[in-house]
DNA sequence: CCCTATGTCCAAAGCGCTTTCAATTATGTA
DNA sequence: TACATAATTGAAAGCGCTTTGGACATAGGG
């Protein structure tokens, strides 16, 4: 069934029944109730390629997917996929991945662009210095993208979460409760969340004369093995750390793991502060002792970014360039007093 | 720049351009060549959507991703994930994914099949009687599937490795060295492989006349928290199993950390053989006691089916309704005789 | 030398939509 | 009653490609 024939049998003209889906004003109420109901009857569904044809549009936004060892494995990308992928579907529109190793990521999304099979492109996992970001604004292609690039000028559209403030807080926190010796357990290096999350806790002790030494500060990829490798090692440390933030419930996974063996206390000899990105297998309140936290959901993220990039493809409604969410809070029963 | 532009630029017709750009033989090798040179030139790249109306091929293949708590964190879908994608990028096509709850897969592959975007289809993830086979056969699309449904004939494409067999060995090669007590860290139950490895292990034991009691067999999602998890449990078991198959290195990767915080020695007191799909990021090579695995790579396989995939939409080749890969049985260093 | 193959190339007809431009009818307004 | 205006609807022209059905040479066969 295509429009000829549906507008033949309703004996209207492909015009009308086109203008009357697509929810245009100048067409009578009861004659787009008239197509609705025929196309419910016949299942009509419009040809995509025509549509895409006389549009421009193409219906779908393509992202390229990390592959390589580093990534793949990564749980949070999944739970921001997600999000993307819910709002996606709810707008017909579809996810066009080019998965690439993460070298030739420029390369890759440049063939994403060119390839003329999506119409809007999104980046996350942002560096500092994001090549990435140069190739983006060169295209000609809206994009939108998820955390931000350190060093780079904010002249391109983003959403993230505001990290810096979100550790400060969660360090000014643990800094009220008397601790004075901190550790990180942080993403990789080379992200910008990474450096934000790590400079909010620099700018929060240092109000207090305080530093972090390097190695109490520990980039690893966002697992749960790292987590625990990471607490263990802060664990030999002679004056051991007494307040660590994770940058992930993941790590903190590990990390409460190495506390466990070796027979420590959440909140009593040691406290915790996670960011918790709601991944639905992780939640905070299910730990054993349940996990203060830093709270943004990233699928939240993934939808409303999809929904801007929808948006901005259909081009209704405006977005300001930038979002930056801030992070909730959430104190629960991994932090206590520092122990003297 | 589109086809008609080019072609006055030639001083030839659209439909020669097109032709010598198909790959047609009806094209002077000469004027080829002038054509393939002015496109290398002006940068020239067909309107895919044109392209799609035209040959009612869409250029993509999909899948639906599972996204729900259970699924979404799994390590072994990127690789298999990155294998498809290698291919799909070679020869041009897209990935065009439907994130979904895998409750909802059946509609989700649907919604995909019936949107138009994609040409072929793909599921993986199979369980015993999956349903989404009847569906698959009902939409007049190709499609391939990873892995088999235990209990639906056999009636699909498929491509899958022979888990039975590949267990049944594994478990063999235990038995030859001594082993009696057995005990399996599997896979969610309901999924496809796990069944049949099991029933590998199965096999193997019933030859000598020992069985695989419920207790010793362990399903879950395949991660190496869950890994420990199964292995702490056998463990504690008064007559501890000395044989154990993991049906991942991940798993595996638990399970180890479990023995060694026991204080076991592995190969020594208790053998593993885990199923390696060749994960770059856990090389059964690199376990500190290097691991005895069944192999086959889940990113080859990923991309043959890809190959296979956009081989029948092209119409180009022709390929075996089933591929049956045997896996290799690689004797490292954790095995040994049974302790008596 | 005529006729049939064979090799090359082209005009034009779609593919199934959207959208411009125009026509037609209904509705007010003076 | 006549005319401007708004409300509906249609015809037809693309969107950029593939492909059918010839056309026109040139070559080979008798």
């Known amino acids: ?55 421009g549009k193409a219906g779908s936004i393509g992202l390229v997917m990390p ?14 996929l997600a999000g993307l992928g ?17 070298d030739d990521e ?40 998820h955390g931000r690039s350190f060093g780079s000028e904010p002249d ?17 926190l643990l800094l009220q409760l008397g601790h004075t010796r901190f550790a990180l357990i942080n993403g990789p290096a080379h992200l910008d969340f990474a450096i934000r999350r790590k400079n909010g806790v620099v700018a929060a002790l240092s109000e207090r004369g305080l530093t972090l030494s390097k190695n109490c500060v520990s980039h690893s990829l966002m697992t749960d093995e790292q987590g625990l490798i990471a607490m263990e090692q802060f664990l030999q440390m002679p004056e051991r ?28 000899d040691i406290s915790l502060i996670a960011h918790d990105d709601e991944l639905p297998l992780l939640k905070p309140e299910n730990f054993s002792v349940p996990l203060t936290t830093t709270r943004s959901s990233l699928r939240a993220a993934g939808a409303r970014i999809a929904q801007r990039l929808i948006g901005t493809v259909k081009e209704i409604g405006s977005y300001p360039e930038h979002e930056l969410w801030k992070a909730e809070l959430i104190v629960r029963a991994s932090t206590g007093p520092a122990p003297r």
Do not use: W
């Open 67 to 80: 592959m390589a060892p580093g990534h793949q494995s990564d749980i949070h990308f999944g739970e921001f």
């Open 241 to 268: 750390p007494t307040a660590v933030l994770c940058s992930s419930t993941v790590l903190a996974l590990g990390a409460i793991r190495a506390l466990n063996q070796a027979g420590l206390k959440l909140a009593e």
């Open 86 to 102: 819910e709002e996606a579907v709810r707008q017909d529109f579809h996810l066009v991945i080019m998965p690439s190793d993460p």
């Open 106 to 145: 420029v390369a890759a999304l440049r063939r994403l662009a060119i390839s003329g099979n999506v119409d809007a492109l999104f980046v996350a996992y942002m560096r500092a210095h994001d090549p990435r970001l140069a190739m983006l604004k060169s295209l000609a292609m809206p994009f939108i993208v």
């Open 156 to 172: 391109y559209p983003y959403l993230d979460i505001d990290n810096e403030t979100a550790f400060y807080d969660a360090a000014k």
């Open 1 to 55: 069934m295509n429009l000829k024939q549906l507008s033949q049998l309703l004996g209207l003209s492909q015009t009308t029944v086109s203008r009357a889906l697509n929810g245009y004003p100048e067409v009578n109420e009861a004659t787009r109730e008239r197509v609705l109901r025929a196309v419910k009857e016949t299942g009509y569904r419009p040809n995509k390629a025509a549509q895409r044809l006389a549009t």
